[in-house]
């Protein structure tokens, strides 16, 4: 039997305020794989990248870092519910750390939770109810900022003249990287109807699949 309606609680306006369904939570997890295997791939660009600049080869992981930002708006974006964008970033986080072997150990995965967070808090600001370019560039920005002081801590950058030039690179590769990419990914996405079951599609003028009760 198929129920008519969603119900109330369960409107597209009010579902960030329902648990995930299994179809949700399968799409966070997709989402934080398939990114943990492509945050990889950017650590490769990364060293390449270092090796390429020469001396000022340290600062080639500022320039790159918006790209490890990706997940979390990309989750948001999708299923518009609080908290999707940190889970991503962590279960991304681990991937690298359990299956990749990433040399940050479990550290990488509280850096992830941080860069989720300072991800979201700009959605989280909006309710979950604005998702313009200016709302994902400052998804990139915060989510660059906030894990920045972090790593600024472990890697003994505070006191270095280095610090604010460190500080400004990531934030603008956060911007374009982490936020504005995001954004375009988001469209690209939609544009192939592949996204028309989540939220995503029904606010863009589609409906939530009717759940089937047996």
Same mark, same amino acid.
């Given at each position: 039997? /198929?129920?008519?309606?969603?119900?109330?609680?369960?409107?597209?306006?009010?579902?960030?305020?329902?648990?995930?369904?299994?179809?949700?939570?399968? &799409? +966070?997890?997709?989402?934080?794989?398939?990114?943990?295997?492509?945050?990889?791939?950017?650590?490769?660009?990364?060293?390449? &990248?270092?090796?390429?600049?020469?001396?000022?080869?340290?600062?080639?992981?500022?320039?790159?870092? !918006?790209?490890?930002?990706?997940?979390?708006?990309?989750?948001?974006?999708?299923?518009?519910?609080?908290?999707? =964008?940190?889970?991503?970033?962590?279960?991304?986080?681990?991937?690298? +750390?359990?299956?990749?072997?990433?040399?940050?150990?479990?550290?990488?995965?509280?850096?992830?939770?941080?860069?989720?967070? !300072?991800?979201?808090?700009?959605?989280?600001?909006?309710?979950?109810?604005?998702?313009?370019?200016?709302?994902?560039?400052?998804?990139?920005?915060?989510?660059?900022?906030?894990?920045?002081?972090?790593?600024?801590?472990?890697?003994?950058?505070?006191?270095?003249?280095?610090?604010?030039?460190?500080?400004?690179?990531?934030?603008?590769?956060?911007?374009?990287?982490? =936020?504005?990419?995001?954004?375009?990914?988001?469209?690209?996405?939609?544009?192939?109807?592949?996204?028309?079951?989540?939220?995503?599609?029904?606010?863009?003028?589609? /409906?939530?699949?009717?759940?089937?009760?047996?």
């Amino acid at each position: 039997m /198929t129920a008519p309606h969603l119900a109330p609680e369960e409107e597209p306006g009010s579902r960030r305020r329902t648990p995930l369904t299994l179809r949700e939570l399968v &799409l +966070v997890v997709v989402l934080g794989v398939v990114f943990g295997f492509l945050y990889w791939v950017f650590v490769q660009a990364w060293n390449a &990248l270092a090796i390429a600049m020469g001396p000022a080869g340290d600062l080639s992981q500022h320039l790159v870092f !918006g790209s490890w930002l990706l997940v979390a708006p990309i989750a948001i974006a999708i299923l518009r519910r609080p908290g999707v =964008g940190i889970l991503a970033e962590m279960l991304a986080g681990t991937i690298e +750390v359990v299956f990749l072997g990433s040399p940050a150990g479990p550290l990488l995965i509280l850096s992830a939770a941080l860069q989720g967070l !300072g991800s979201e808090l700009p959605f989280a600001l909006t309710r979950y109810r604005r998702y313009g370019w200016g709302v994902f560039a400052a998804s990139g920005a915060l989510g660059a900022g906030l894990v920045f002081f972090w790593t600024a801590y472990r890697m003994g950058w505070y006191g270095q003249d280095l610090l604010t030039i460190r500080l400004g690179i990531q934030v603008l590769s956060g911007i374009v990287l982490g =936020g504005l990419l995001a954004k375009v990914i988001v469209r690209a996405l939609e544009r192939t109807g592949v996204l028309a079951d989540f939220a995503i599609g029904a606010a863009s003028g589609g /409906t939530i699949p009717e759940r089937r009760v047996r």
